[in-house]
């Protein structure tokens, strides 16, 4: 077993996704709040596949904190996965979204929202996908 890596920081200059979150590599970001961003991943599972990201570098999902008080709590999280769901449910003609957490590939919090193989659309369409992503998620 390797040593527990609990670092948080506000910022992690090798971290891609903190990259993602500064706006010093481009994404397709499709919500964002005090605690959190979400974009679509590059290589998506099924259209609109999305990952949830808190802003501040925590190394998994289970270090952002319990206390709800804070704009990244893990209540907050999944209430930003839940908007992120319901936004694809009404784009891409399924109720079946998935949510999923392991954490290997990249060292930063990161939460896979994305609609089951039951969906319709182009996976490859970020453009498209985003827009409608971004204006479906503001209607709720
Ligand atoms: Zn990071």
Same mark, same amino acid.
């Given at each position: 077993m390797t040593s527990m890596e609990t670092h948080t920081t506000s910022h992690n200059e090798n971290c891609?996704?903190?990259?993602?979150?500064a706006r010093e590599i481009p994404a397709h970001i499709v919500y964002e709040d005090a605690g959190f961003i979400a974009f679509l991943d590059i290589h998506p599972q099924t =259209?609109? *596949?999305?990952?949830v990201i808190p802003k501040k570098h925590y190394r998994w999902v289970w270090d952002v =904190?319990?206390? /709800?008080?804070? =704009?990244?709590?893990i209540g907050a999280y999944f209430a930003v996965a839940q908007k992120i769901a319901h936004a694809q449910r009404a784009i891409f003609n399924t109720e079946w979204i998935l949510s999923k957490t392991v954490g290997d590939?990249? *060292?930063?919090? *990161?939460l896979w929202v994305f609609p089951s193989n /039951?969906?319709?659309?182009d996976k490859m369409d970020f453009?498209?996908?985003?827009?409608?992503?971004?204006?479906?998620?503001?209607?709720?």
């Open positions: 891609i996704f903190c990259k993602i979150v =259209p609109g *596949h999305v990952q =904190p319990s206390d /709800t008080s804070e =704009p990244d709590s590939e990249v *060292h930063h919090a *990161h /039951t969906a319709t659309g453009a498209g996908n985003a827009e409608k992503l971004r204006a479906a998620i503001t209607t709720q």
